[in-house]
């Protein structure tokens, strides 16, 4: 009976740590920069020809931001990263907003779930709520693991740019755009 007591609690500590280590990964987990070219494999007017619903329930067409560089990203009610990464979008939203930066929120949810989360946790880019249609578009785009959040960064002609899976931070995304910015600004002027 004692050798069975002991497998249990050894059983039970096992099952913890793993448990733990595996919580563990999650927070220290940089996300994953889909290295591949995505913008190869992609069709620009079926990004920039997609439309969803705002959560007021207005159609809105990706094309409307078409010649500023794009942050969508995509995400879900139900996920921790894609909350716990929204203020941080949001401050960037406000931060570039008149360097032809969008930040674009994509939710995978249906209208009503998006609309009852977004009344608790407002944030200052535009939120739209596309369903499956939006995973459906995140994995033409690149997403083919079904991962939330996923990022995709467009510049300014509409071209997919780079990838992120999982949480990003405006540091990690600033590598990014900086340089995008730049040309932004020289094309301005000309």
């Known amino acids: ?52 619903t705002n959560i007021n329930g207005q159609q809105q067409s990706l094309k409307q931001w078409q010649g500023n560089i794009i942050v969508l990203n995509f995400w879900a009610t139900w996920c921790p990263p894609c909350r716990e990464e929204m203020p941080e979008l949001s401050a960037m939203q406000d931060q570039y907003k008149q360097q032809n930066l969008v930040i674009l929120g994509l939710s995978t949810d249906d209208l009503d779930t998006t609309k009852t989360y977004m009344k608790t946790a407002p944030v200052s880019y535009p939120i739209l709520a596309g369903d499956m249609q939006a995973m459906n578009l995140a994995e033409s785009l690149g997403n083919n693991r079904g991962i939330l959040p996923y990022t995709v960064i467009v510049d300014a002609n509409g071209t997919v740019v780079k990838t992120f899976f999982g949480r990003v931070n405006q540091q990690l995304l600033e590598k990014t755009i900086t340089s995008l910015l730049q040309v932004s600004a020289v094309e301005e002027k000309q």
């Not at 740590?17 to 992609?42: C, D, R, V, Y």
């Open 1 to 52: 009976m004692q050798s069975y007591g002991r497998l249990l609690i050894a059983l039970v500590l096992s099952v913890l740590s793993g448990w733990f280590l595996f919580h563990k990964t999650l927070e220290t987990s940089e996300p994953e920069i889909n290295k591949a070219a995505p913008s190869a494999n992609i069709d620009k007017n079926l990004l920039m020809n997609a439309s969803f």
